[in-house]
Nanobody
Framework: QVQLVESGGGLVQAGGSLRLSCTVS????????MSWSRQAPGKQREFVAG???????SYADSVKGRFTISRDNAKYTMYLQMNSLKPEDTGVYSC?????????WGKGTLVTVSS
């Protein structure tokens, strides 16, 4: 069972920045597909950003141009750089890894953006 631990969440004012990290137990395989999702209070979890084995990235329309996903396989870590944060970015951010067809999730880290 792959374990993932998120960190870097917190309280920030609108317009500010945060960088989230997702550390994977053991290692990151070059074939792992990884992503970030978030869940706002009272809403369903939604996709935020993903990164493939080849380094291709994808983003939700709501975060394009503001968020950047990256991964460092040597450090077993994936990142989400979040700039120009808005109150609607508030939520619990969770990372996901898909390895050999099996998905694992972290418990999440809370991001709160005040207006």
């Amino acid at each position: 069972q792959v374990q993932l631990v998120e960190s870097g969440g917190g309280l920030v004012q609108a317009g500010g920045s945060l960088r989230l990290s997702c550390t994977v137990s053991g290692s990151i395989f070059s074939t792992d597909v990884m992503s970030w999702s978030r869940q706002a209070p009272g809403k369903q979890r939604e996709f935020v950003a993903g990164i493939t084995t080849g380094g291709s990235t994808s983003y939700a329309d709501s975060v394009k141009g503001r968020f950047t996903i990256s991964r460092d396989n040597a450090k077993y870590t994936m990142y989400l750089q979040m700039n120009s944060l808005k109150p609607e970015d508030t939520g619990v951010y969770s990372c996901k890894i898909v390895r050999f067809g099996m998905s694992s999730w972290g418990k999440g880290t809370l991001v709160t953006v005040s207006s």
